[in-house]
């Protein structure tokens, strides 16, 4: 059976052109042109994944992803006009997996849905213990998807949740964000670093500064100093964490449930 994508934008010939190309590629596409309808389609035909707008009108794709992500999870790419960070962290915030900056490349969007729908995949087949526990007081419910620390529960977005787990199924070990992009997110072609440390700084924010930590020209790590791990062959040497205006303050409301 065909994979269902669901399309939210309002600019008409942008939202031709990529149904028109996932169409080609085996999938069955629906498309909304309004923040509503939207929210509406999401409902009605639950999606496989939601490639979305940021900007559109009824409702702006901040609040449509709030309400699609209250249902339950669906993978969400962000397409977006701006290059503002502000807006991409708040949202990554509210349940948005990954974002695209117009103009893009369809074979960009392509390679990106390929990548979520196989991340999807492979969380659906994994067998792993059903709790994981951190220093800090940290508990991981693997079966639930939730995260206590000192007993209380940190809402997590799904996609901070499987960043957590992966740096915490190899506690100690530097995992270069190239590695990251490749187990959380089923990225292989080294692009979308500035996600990565978008996340890392949430889970800063929500679980405290120390709890991942950066390595320099190599990549983050959870709990103490450990070994570096070597780059499979293939991928380029890490570079220094991304720098840009710290967003932090300005997602903290969409962080809410």
């Known amino acids: ?65 709030r309400q699609i992500q209250r249902e339950r999870h669906v993978p969400v790419l962000m397409l977006t006009a701006r290059d503002d960070e502000t807006d991409l962290v708040i949202g990554l915030a509210v349940g948005a997996d990954d974002y695209l900056t117009k103009p893009f490349s369809m074979r960009e969007l392509v390679a990106r849905v390929q990548a979520l729908l196989r991340r999807l995949d492979a969380l659906a087949g994994r067998t792993q213990p059903k709790a994981m526990h951190l220093d800090d007081d940290i508990e991981i419910d693997l079966d639930a ?15 901070e949740f499987d960043l957590l787990v992966g740096l915490a199924e190899r506690p100690g070990r530097v995992l270069t964000r190239e590695r990251l992009l490749v187990d959380v997110w089923g990225y292989r072609d080294g692009s979308g670093a500035r996600t990565v440390d978008s996340h890392v700084r949430a889970l800063r924010r929500k679980l405290g500064d120390g709890v991942v930590r950066t390595v320099h ?39 809410a449930p």
């Open 1 to 65: 059976m065909a994979r269902q994508i669901l399309v939210v934008e309002d600019e008409a010939l942008i939202a031709d052109a990529i149904a028109a190309r996932l169409r080609s590629e085996g999938y069955e596409v629906r498309v909304a042109s309004d923040g509503p309808s939207g929210v509406s389609y999401a409902q009605r035909f639950e999606p496989d994944l939601v490639i979305l707008d940021l900007m559109l009108p009824g409702l702006d794709g901040l609040e449509v992803c």
């Open 145 to 159: 998807r939730r995260v206590r620390q000192r007993g209380e529960v940190v809402h997590l977005t799904p996609t």
């Open 217 to 255: 020209g190599v990549g983050y790590a959870l709990g103490e100093s450990g070994a570096a791990e070597v780059p499979e062959a293939g991928d380029p040497a890490d570079g220094p964490e991304a720098t840009g205006p710290d967003p932090d303050a300005d997602a903290e409301a969409a962080d």
